[in-house]
């Protein structure tokens, strides 16, 4: 399975930005698709998922201001991202828990990162 993530760039601090993200490969199934980032000198965090069903889970810090997206035909999931702040600064990767096949363990995907500088 492939993740393949873009969109990302430079912005100025109140602008916004679209990440786009789409699987590839053998797949049966995606139960959750999102976004983390990391930003320089700092652990991954979650900036938000989508479950299948439709449900979503933010990061306090981007609530009101982000909003995913999914595409489940497509096996794809964007990242609308609106009145970006310097702090939103970093590398956002798009990630993937699926099934490759009926039944099997459920697994975990990341993207090569798609990089996103917001200036001040």
């Known amino acids: 399975v492939q993740l393949q993530a873009s969109g990302g760039g430079l912005v100025q601090a109140g602008g916004s930005l679209r990440l786009a993200c789409a699987a590839s490969?053998?797949?049966?199934?995606?139960?959750?698709m999102g976004w983390y980032r990391q930003a320089p000198g700092k652990q991954r965090e979650l900036v938000a998922t989508?479950?299948?069903?439709?449900?979503?889970n933010y990061a306090d810090s981007v609530k009101g201001r982000f909003t995913i997206s999914r595409d489940n035909a497509k096996n794809a999931v964007s990242l609308q991202m609106n009145s970006l702040k310097p702090e939103d600064t970093a590398i956002y990767y798009c990630?993937?828990?699926?099934?490759?096949?009926?039944?099997?363990?459920?697994?975990?995907?990341w993207g090569q990162g798609t990089e996103v500088t917001v200036s001040s």
């Open positions: 990630n993937a828990v699926a099934r490759l096949r009926n039944g099997a363990p459920l697994l975990n995907f």
């Open positions: 490969g053998s797949i049966f199934s995606i139960n959750v």
């Open positions: 989508m479950i299948s069903g439709g449900s979503t």
